[in-house]
């Protein structure tokens, strides 16, 4: 089966300017996440989204990320105005059913550079 | 914040060696998972063992969790060269078991040396 989709691959941009990623999920899997991965860390949750619902956002930046997955399938994450410390890679990852599958499959991730 | 926190940071091995990882946490989990990180094929999951189980195995993998001590280990036998990677805990809490909201730790770097 195909994986996680994620574009694009690298994006170098200045501070205060605007990036979007975008995410395709596994077929069917109805979670979608979106991971912050900043150098010689673990990655973060950012937002978990269950079909189009948002489940959890607690640690999305609301100032400058925002997210959406219109007809719960694919997914954008946008920065505006990008951070010099927003520098990371983003991953997305989707799951089946989380409340029983708890496996996530992860995408390749976009990394981001802010200068 | 990070729930897990990892022993070592880093691990340097010669091939056919046993690689052991250490991940401690803080709170009630519902289950803690192993994932493997590299630049070929990014981050994968390896291995899930749930809160009411002490070990688990696939393949060359063998996973041990004390919920008495709040730990985990990681051991991979035999190691190879492909084993090379950063390898991370991430646990499911108590209350997070409808979301299965992963928590990362800081991950171990293994270096297999051939």
């Known amino acids: 089966e195909a994986g996680v989709a994620q574009s694009p691959r690298y994006k170098i941009i200045e501070k205060r300017q605007s990036v979007a990623f975008w995410c395709n999920p596994i077929s069917g899997h109805a979670t979608l996440y979106w991971y912050q991965q900043i150098l010689g860390q673990g990655p973060k949750l950012l937002i978990q989204?269950?079909?189009?619902?948002?489940?959890?956002d607690s640690q999305l930046p609301k100032d400058r990320f925002s997210a959406e997955r219109l007809k719960g399938v694919d997914s954008t994450l946008k920065i505006q105005p990008a951070k010099l410390e927003d520098s990371a890679v983003y991953l997305c990852?989707?799951?089946?059913?989380?409340?029983?599958?708890?496996?996530?499959?992860f995408g390749p991730g976009t990394r981001l550079t802010v200068t | 914040s990070q729930q897990g926190e990892e022993d070592p940071q880093a691990l340097s091995i010669q091939e056919g060696e046993n690689a052991t990882m250490n991940c401690s946490y803080k709170?009630?989990?519902?289950?803690l998972q192993w994932y493997r990180q590299n630049s070929g094929r990014g981050l994968v999951h390896l291995i899930l063992i749930r809160s009411n189980e002490r070990e688990k195995h696939s393949g060359r993998l063998r996973v041990t969790l004390d919920t008495s001590k709040k730990s985990s280990s990681l051991l991979i036998t035999a190691s190879r060269a492909a084993d090379t990677a950063s390898y991370f805990c991430a646990t499911v809490l108590t209350g997070s078991s409808n979301t299965g909201k992963l928590i990362f730790g800081q991950g171990t770097t293994l270096q297999v040396k051939p």
């Open positions: 709170t009630s989990i519902n289950n």
């Open positions: 989204f269950q079909n189009n619902g948002v489940v959890d």
């Open positions: 990852a989707s799951s089946l059913d989380p409340s029983v599958y708890y496996e996530q499959y």
